[in-house]
């Protein structure tokens, strides 16, 4: 049975369907092409070239030098690689914003470092930042860290504007930044020049789950998070995931070519989905306004209902979203993203976030519209309390 028959798949934001280009780029290397990079036999050195090849395709999307690419295992190792690796090397603290994705969250918070507050739409809160950093803190600030793209209600933070901050207020620091959710919605040539270090995952973009990439700009040291073999020139080591570094540069290479017209294609299919939704259901938010997110974002709270049941519903009829809930002591807790915005709690318990991509149909957005009203007028009528496990935001 083949998933996108018969699931209507608005989680993207979670992982994405692999690229049948990126599956064929794979497929050799899982098979004829098995030679380890590293070795120095031709047999090696012609699959070092594909690494290499692949290597110089990011380069080219992300906007750096091929030198500057690391390939990794996950957005979580990059992403722990930039803020554990500066610390070790320089260290001082990290700070970053309330809102990041956990795998910068809890590697700030584990090294001691500080979290500072965001806006009402989920985006580093600017003067705070400035504040944090200008303090004259001890230990010094060796490291921060905010996201490109907010994985859960889709927010775009102004790169430029922190990067200036950053260099006026602590010009010591590295400036980090976890643009795993952005590839598909922006030029990453217009993030690069403005930060030191930029984490990537393929599996956000049509490539394979377990291979990222972190960008070390020319000039940054870190320690590595590895010690081995010294591959990825001393900063990653590890043998190569070769397989899914090509896969990945592949699919890339098709997200960089398409990036235009899927934002205008899904902005449309979103604007109906989170227009339609707001016309038939009272009491329903439209979390962050549309012109400071990506196009693929449609996040809405709706209160008198809890995300759990509506998800089990959704489920039910094989829609598959996300919530941002998680149940703490028993009792349901908003996810940090919505709490740090100060989404109210009646809101906040009701979150749903869809998130559309490259498969995305105007069949789906009906099929979802349907389902997903008629879930909500039966909740509001009469509570639901399945006996599921707990199905929070996976990303
Ligand atoms: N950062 C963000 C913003 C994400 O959405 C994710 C997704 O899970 C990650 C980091 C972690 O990436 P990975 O799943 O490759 O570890």
Redesign the pocket.
Known sequence: MNARDTLTYLDH??TTPMRAEAVEAMLPFLSDRFANPSGSHRFARSVRQAVDEARDVVADVVGCQPGEVVFTG????S?NAAIVGTQRRHGGIAVCAAAE?H??LHAVQHGGGRVVGVDAAGRVDLDALAAALASDASPFVSVVSV?T???EVGSINPMREIAEIVRHHAPRALLHT?A??APCWIDLRTITPHVDLL?L????FGGP??V?VLIERQGTVLEPLLQGGGQERDRRSGTHNVAGIVAMAEALRLTDIERQAENRRLAGLRDRLVDSLLQQLPDVIETVPRDVKVAGSAHVCIAGIESESLLYLLDEAAVCASAASACASGAMEPSHVLAAMGVEKRYSLGALRMSLGRTTTDADIDCALEVLVAAVRRLRGAPVHPAVGMKGV??
Do not use: L
Not at 74 to 77: I, K, N, Y
Not at 201 to 204: P, T
């Open positions: 934001a979670a996950c957005g979580t190792e992403d994705h795998a910068v996201m793209v907010n994985n976890d795993v959710q984490a995952s393929a599996h956000k789950k377990g990222g996976p990303a």
